[in-house]
């Protein structure tokens, strides 16, 4: 009498978590803060009061942390943030970092 033996094989899948960026915006001479309240709002989902703290913010000190994200999400956001700003005659720029 043959006997068979079935051993059931399961795979380990290990999922990396995508590399996080940074997204900045650029402090400038041109670009008025309510615009820049009005773009962290709409593209970074702040509330108000966070978006005029972070305004603010990238107004005294030259920069400020808009939000992380995976890539392809922090070079869309950038990518909307200057395709806005420029379609309101503003020169706004953001960068990207990746966050090591």
């Given at each position: 009498?043959?006997?068979?033996?079935?051993?059931?094989?399961?795979?380990?899948?290990?999922?990396?978590?995508?590399?996080?960026?940074?997204?900045?915006?650029?402090?400038?001479?041109?670009?008025?803060?309510d615009?820049v309240?009005y773009?962290?709002?709409?593209?970074?989902?702040?509330?108000?009061?966070e978006?005029t703290?972070l305004?603010?913010?990238?107004?005294?000190h030259g920069?400020?942390?808009?939000?992380?994200?995976?890539?392809?999400?922090?070079?869309?956001?950038?990518?909307?943030?200057?395709?806005?700003?420029?379609?309101?005659?503003?020169?706004l720029?953001?960068?990207?970092e990746?966050?090591?």
């Amino acid at each position: 009498m043959d006997e068979k033996i079935y051993i059931e094989q399961k795979d380990e899948i290990s999922i990396d978590e995508p590399s996080l960026y940074r997204v900045y915006l650029l402090n400038d001479d041109y670009t008025t803060m309510d615009f820049v309240v009005y773009v962290l709002m709409t593209i970074f989902e702040k509330s108000k009061v966070e978006a005029t703290a972070l305004m603010l913010h990238v107004h005294r000190h030259g920069k400020g942390l808009a939000g992380i994200y995976p890539k392809e999400i922090a070079e869309t956001k950038a990518y909307e943030v200057e395709k806005l700003a420029r379609s309101h005659g503003f020169p706004l720029k953001c960068i990207i970092e990746r966050n090591d």
